[in-house]
């Protein structure tokens, strides 16, 4: 069974920082982009981050830009969002997703069930 | 970088309707189009990849048809098992964006 699991979250003051993780299994691992979406407390979905099968190319949304660096570890099957500089609008429920890869188009077609953050003083 | 206009914002509908939901992108994005479907409480779960594909175990009800700027989300027959939010994203390119959401419910 294909799985995604986040963990990491929790509550950080304004200005600090947090390491999200995603475990899988399931599917060969270096085979699938991956990302990060969030989704702030009775708000919409945002993508975040995304990278490619090897960690060459990384991509951002414009407010996380310099503050936050996706990575992952293809031999231990894992995603990881370093997350610095917080700031409460990065308040939210953060999910890994998959990408499809039988098509020439990167829909998000496994996601993990999310880990919150919260930042708060 | 592309941006995505979805509408409705919210959308009301009785059990057996036809609902259609629009998305349209600020530039071409050929078929790079898909929608998701959010319960309450749950993470969201892909409905229809590359425009008009349907995911493998999403029922034949949903369907989407477009390509370029414009793309609709229609569900043929709604059943109160529908009531969540819609998204779509445009994953044509790199930063991705998604759609405001539609809050669809039942009357």
């Given at each position: 069974e294909v799985q995604l699991v986040e963990s990491g979250g929790g509550l950080v003051k304004p200005g600090g920082s947090l390491r999200l993780s995603c475990a899988t299994s399931g599917?060969?691992?270096?085979?699938y982009k991956l990302n990060w979406v969030r989704q702030a407390p009775g708000k919409g979905l945002e993508w975040v981050a995304s990278i490619d099968h090897f960690g060459s190319e990384k991509y951002y949304v414009d407010s996380v830009k310099g503050r936050f660096t996706i990575s992952r570890d293809n031999g231990g099957n894992s995603l990881y969002l370093q997350m610095n500089?917080?700031?409460?609008?990065?308040t939210a429920v953060y999910y890994c997703a998959r990408v499809k890869i039988e098509t020439d188009t990167d829909a998000f077609e496994i996601w993990g069930r999310g880990t919150t953050v919260t930042i708060s003083s | 970088d592309i941006q995505v206009t979805q509408s409705p914002s919210s959308l009301s509908a009785s059990v057996g309707d036809r609902v259609t939901i629009t998305c349209r992108a600020?530039?071409?994005?050929?078929?790079?189009l898909s929608w998701y479907q959010q319960k309450l409480g749950q993470a969201p779960t892909l409905l229809?990849?590359?425009?008009?594909s349907l995911q493998s175990g999403?029922?034949?009800r949903f369907s989407g048809s477009g390509s370029g700027r414009d793309f609709t989300l229609t569900i043929s027959s709604l059943l109160p098992d529908d009531v969540a939010t819609y998204y779509c994203l445009?994953?044509?390119?790199?930063p991705y964006t998604f759609g405001q959401g539609t809050k669809l419910e039942i009357q």
């Open positions: 599917f060969i691992f270096s085979n500089s917080l700031r409460a609008e990065d | 600020s530039q071409g994005i050929s078929n790079g229809i990849y590359a425009a008009s999403v029922s034949s445009q994953d044509y390119a790199a």
